[in-house]
């Protein structure tokens, strides 16, 4: 299905087609085929969709589309508020607005409006007004408190990654910005899981929205891949394969901060380009990092999970789990930074002894069969553990699951849990 089939306007369509090519889109994605229509229509939505899936795309064309179609105004109202979780993904969003909206007669003043760097050129950005903010909500209600814009006209809402914002501490920010917003708006909420807050949120905020999802699956050309290691080894195996020329760039995901700056540290005591992406450092840090490596100019970005939220590198041939991410369900946004846009990817997870009952769920939740490799030279020290047995990929028999010290016990001795 091309993009000229999603329902949007002949008046806009040629501007945004000729905005998609030039950005490297190719056909929809899933999810835009289905959120772009119902968005068109004015309706709600919820949306379950992983990261990956294209989703910043499909609210961005159905709101470019309400831009261009109103009638221009000056000062400039806010009509269009996005709220996202992480400075990265409110600056990637600020760039897709900017990107696919440059072929319209009128350009969209696009206001990117996040913490840890100073307030006066925000609020110096914001006067004359904006068409589309994109905010985390710490700060949009800084901004509100200097009267530096206003929430009076809002006709469209979007909360990207919705179960982020909760689970990082924004749910009373986002109450109270909701309590400021005009009842009679469009709402979009992307989540890539749909606890009960959101389940919440969605029933007290929304009207009759309609329901998307995508299923959360890797894409076909992501290889994945699972190599055993003694966890003291870990550091040693990775400088090895970063020795494949067809590693060029590479993320690496860590537990913490500081296992963060420690690998990054070992890897350039190696002479190879590293550097940290994390919570800790400056704004303005971490824009520096993160455009050094999407200009290549870092062989390796080192990533905690929230960091990393927004890190979009078309063509990023390799994704790297140096420590697997605590929450199954993170597996998936992970390893999907790379083989985007139909691009070929590769995702590797090191994976050691204590770690091994912890894969084994991730595999169960995911539908995989993924046996941890050993590597010629990187042989473990102990026995290699057998195959886990084939199961429906559920997570067992519900009243029969291991318990968590269970799955220690077998994860120490080698042999699969339950």
Known sequence: MPFSRLGLSPYVLPALARALRQAGYGAPTPIQQQAVPALLQGRDVVALAPTGSGKTAAYVLPALQRFAMATARRPRELRQLVLVPTRELALQVADVFTTLGRELPRQPRVVCAVGGVSINPQMMALRGGADVVVATPGRLLDLLAHNALSLRQVQLLVLDEADRLLELGFGDEVRRILAGLPTRRQTALFSATFPDQIEALAAAGLRAPARLQVDAQAPAQIEQRALWVDGERRVELLLSLLRDPRWRQVLVFVASIREGDRLAGALRGQGIAA????????????????????????????????????????????????????????????????????????????????????????????????????????????????????????????????????RLRAAAAGTPAG
Request: aromatic content about 4%.
């Open 275 to 406: 550097q940290a992406l994390h919570g800790d450092l400056s704004q303005g840090r971490r824009v520096r990092t993160l455009q050094a490596f999407k200009e290549g100019q870092l062989q390796v970005l080192v990533a905690t999970d929230v960091a990393a939220r927004g890190i979009d590198i078309a063509g990023l041939p390799v994704v790297v789990n140096h420590a697997l991410p605590r929450s199954p369900a993170d597996y998936l946004h992970r390893i999907g930074r790379t083989g985007r846009a139909g691009s070929p990817g590769l995702a590797v997870s090191l994976v050691e002894a204590a770690a091994l009952a912890h894969w084994r769920l991730i595999c169960r939740r995911h539908g995989l069969r993924l046996e941890p490799e050993v590597v010629p030279g990187f042989e473990p020290t102990g026995a290699v553990p057998a195959a886990a047995p084939a199961g429906d990929g559920n997570g067992g028999i519900k009243g029969r699951r291991p318990s968590r010290k269970d």
